[in-house]
């Protein structure tokens, strides 16, 4: 009820649509070790968001479009 009244002047909650991974997730994603990712971020393959402290987030969509970029088509050899 409490949180009803705080939004009650809002047409809707905003949602957050782009999941933000580690790089242990994205590791695990690619099936890869994390110094490759961290590899992949240093090279600048990768989009990163430095939280401070060391800590770093790559957005979902991020790791997608590195995927779909890096993708060979079939009959390409």
Do not use: W
Not at 7 to 28: C, H, K, S
């Amino acid at each position: 009820m409490r949180s009803e009244k705080l939004y009650a002047g809002v047409a809707a909650m905003p949602t957050i649509t782009d999941e933000l991974l580690t790089r242990t997730d994205v590791a695990r994603i690619c099936k890869c070790s994390v110094l490759t990712v961290i590899r992949l971020e240093q090279s600048g393959k990768l989009e990163v968001l430095r939280l401070g402290a060391g800590s770093v987030r790559i957005r979902r969509s991020s790791l997608e479009k590195f995927l779909n970029a890096s993708v060979t088509p079939k009959g390409a050899a």
